[in-house]
């Protein structure tokens, strides 16, 4: 995870109502010897004095070979950055743009989902 001071300056280092806000705990999960094209089902959990808490259900479908013929699409997209006034639909747009799509395999985002400038609301909008 990381903290306010780790950020390079104002806005996104300020602690003041509407700025920085902390992530909480980051993990990053390397998953191996997956079979190719198959549905995986996962949970994740946090050890804690009441025993573990666990997320909701979650899945993904494993790639397919390489040099496999199986026809699929994927999303491409970028540059959504939210206005300072918000998109509180932003997230349904993609996700509603995303469900359109048949057999998609795979989103690639490029950037820019949010131009938060260091007010954490303003992810938190889209």
């Given at each position: 995870t990381y903290t306010a001071n780790e950020m390079c300056q104002a806005p996104a280092n300020l602690t003041e109502t509407g700025k920085f806000q902390d992530p909480g705990m980051l993990h990053v999960v390397t998953l191996g010897n997956l079979e190719p094209d198959t549905d995986y089902v996962y949970k994740v959990g946090l050890a804690g004095p009441q025993g573990i808490v666990w997320s909701d259900v979650f899945q993904f479908h494993s790639a397919p070979l390489v040099g496999d013929t199986i026809e699929f699409s994927y999303v491409v997209y970028g540059?959504?950055?939210?206005?300072?006034?918000?998109?509180?639909?932003?997230?349904?747009?993609?996700?509603?743009?995303?469900?359109?799509?048949?057999?998609?395999?795979?989103?690639?985002?490029?950037?820019?989902?949010?131009y938060a400038r260091g007010a954490a609301h303003i992810w938190d909008e889209w």
């Open positions: 540059d959504q950055g939210c206005p300072s006034v918000g998109w509180g639909q932003g997230g349904l747009w993609t996700s509603a743009m995303a469900a359109r799509e048949s057999a998609i395999r795979a989103v690639h985002h490029f950037g820019d989902l949010s």
